[in-house]
């Protein structure tokens, strides 16, 4: 999956980590707000921006901004 968009590769984008974190923000069309999980989503300690290092923030900036180019969005139309 790296060939499209090799940066990916440099990123920990296990869930709940920063890169996934923003590729979910992304796709369900929420603004960018960077934070992370310690463990697993919803399930393990929410960090905010204010407790982030810069690599942890570009890591969530690079989720969102790999979901706007290469990512869709949800369907919301669903629920319609």
């Known amino acids: 999956m790296c060939n499209v968009w090799q940066d990916r ?9 920063p890169f996934d974190r923003g590729s979910a ?9 960077p934070h992370y999980y310690v463990g697993d989503t919803y399930s ?11 690599l942890e923030i570009a890591e969530y ?6 979901n706007e180019q290469f ?10």
């Open 44 to 54: 393990s300690e929410r960090i905010e921006k204010d407790k982030m290092n810069s």
């Open 61 to 66: 900036m690079a989720g969102y901004n790999y």
């Open 9 to 17: 590769c440099d990123y920990d984008r296990r869930h709940g980590g």
């Open 71 to 80: 990512g869709g969005k949800k369907d919301w139309g669903e629920f319609d």
């Open 25 to 33: 923000d992304s796709w369900y069309d929420r603004g960018r707000n």
